[in-house]
Nanobody, 123 residues
Framework: QVQLVESGGGLVQAGDSLRLSCAAS????????AAWFRQAPGKEREFVAA???????AYADSVKGRFTFTRNNAKNTVDLQMDSLKPEDTAVYYC?????????????????WGQGTQVTVSS
């Protein structure tokens, strides 16, 4: 079992930055791939970014060049640095993890989920 706890959400203005963190406990996090998904009201959960065990990353086109996904295996954390935020980035952001050497981008490929953290970007 892996427990995930997100932090760092909040209310910001368009153009501002936020850094989301996800702390993992329960297992050695370094062997898990991790990802961030987000869900806006009335919309399906969508992929934001993923990171493999080795640290290779993948991003949704909508956030590429603005978001940066990193991991610190020594601290069992993954972080999502979000710059140049837009109102359309407003959503609940979820951290997810799964045992794989890939970096999946679909929600059903992830076994463990955090409770989510709200990000609101005002125009």
């Amino acid at each position: 079992q892996v427990q995930l706890v997100e932090s760092g959400g909040g209310l910001v203005q368009a153009g501002d930055s936020l850094r989301l963190s996800c702390a993992a406990s329960g297992r050695t996090f370094s062997v898990y791939a991790a990802a961030w998904f987000r869900q806006a009201p009335g919309k399906e959960r969508e992929f934001v970014a993923a990171i493999s065990r080795s640290g290779s990353t993948a991003y949704a086109d909508s956030v590429k060049g603005r978001f940066t996904f990193t991991r610190n295996n020594a601290k069992n954390t993954v972080d999502l640095q979000m710059d140049s935020l837009k109102p359309e980035d407003t959503a609940v952001y979820y951290c997810a993890a799964t045992w794989t050497n890939q970096r999946p981008s679909r929600p059903n490929e992830y076994s463990y989920w955090g409770q989510g953290t709200q990000v609101t970007v005002s125009s």
